[in-house]
T-cell receptor, first 115, second 113 residues
Framework: ETGVTQTPRHLVMGMTNKKSLKCEQHLGHNAMYWYKQSAKKPLELMFVYNFKEQTENNSVPSRFSPECPNSSHLFLHLHTLQPEDSALYLC??????????????FGPGTRLTVT | DAKTTQPPSMDCAEGRAANLPCNHSTISGNEYVYWYRQIHSQGPQYIIHGLKNNETNEMASLIITEDRKSSTLILPHATLRDTAVYYCIVGSNSGGSNYKLTFGKGTLLTVNP
């Protein structure tokens, strides 16, 4: 596997379910991101992790819970979601040693539908 | 708030050059201009970035005006696979800060046969 992978690619869940999205990067990067892209809206940054430490939480509701066990893996745990949380969830990674960079590499995304 | 302004859509004939403009009149001295594109239902893809000199790579060229208030992304020979939303983003490379990509609505480039 190369680049940034995300699983599952599609997920349908009820409002009372608990599920997790997984992201893995094979680029040797040390920063990872979660973005949300709702229909007809720009991408929104949700969380940033640098060397496994969360450095940004963009006012995301607590029903979204990120986890970064190491620099290569990032999870987004979901529980009691709302239908308006249906969106494309994108993971990205970048290098941040020394100087941060805006050159981020994105995964293909998980299309989430909350019923 | 978005720091850039782009036309919502553009058309280009296959094989011709696609020139995508971006206005960033409030750009500060240490901010770079980055371009990404997003093909339908895929994750965004980094294209190119620059500070004040023109840049070229295997995907595109970036022309930045001398006053740095605007730039143009050039795809020299557009193909149907270049149909995508193109995002122009400005940001600083100063150390010690998180690098948050703030995406606007971008320009939907449609390459026609």
């Amino acid at each position: 596997e190369t680049g940034v992978t995300q699983t599952p690619r599609h997920l349908v869940m009820g409002m009372t379910n608990k599920k997790s999205l997984k992201c893995e990067q094979h680029l040797g990067h040390n920063a990872m991101y979660w973005y949300k892209q709702s229909a007809k809206k720009p991408l929104e940054l949700m969380f940033v992790y640098n060397f496994k430490e969360q450095t940004e939480n963009n006012s995301v509701p607590s029903r979204f819970s990120p986890e970064c066990p190491n620099s290569s893996h990032l999870f987004l745990h979901l529980h009691t979601l709302q239908p308006e949380d249906s969106a494309l969830y994108l993971c990205a990674s970048s290098q941040s040693t020394g100087r941060w960079t805006y050159e981020q590499y994105f995964g293909p995304g998980t299309r989430l539908t909350v019923t | 708030d978005a720091k850039t302004t782009q036309p919502p859509s553009m058309d280009c004939a296959e094989g011709r050059a696609a020139n995508l403009p971006c206005n960033h009149s409030t750009i500060s001295g240490n901010e770079y201009v980055y371009w990404y594109r997003q093909i339908h239902s895929q994750g965004p893809q980094y294209i190119i970035h620059g500070l004040k000199n023109n840049e070229t790579n295997e995907m595109a060229s970036l022309i930045i005006t001398e006053d740095r208030k605007s730039s143009t992304l050039i795809l020299p020979h557009a193909t149907l696979r270049d149909t995508a939303v193109y995002y122009c983003i400005v940001g600083s490379n100063s150390g010690g800060s998180n690098y948050k990509l703030t995406f606007g609505k971008g320009t939907l480039l449609t390459v026609n046969p």
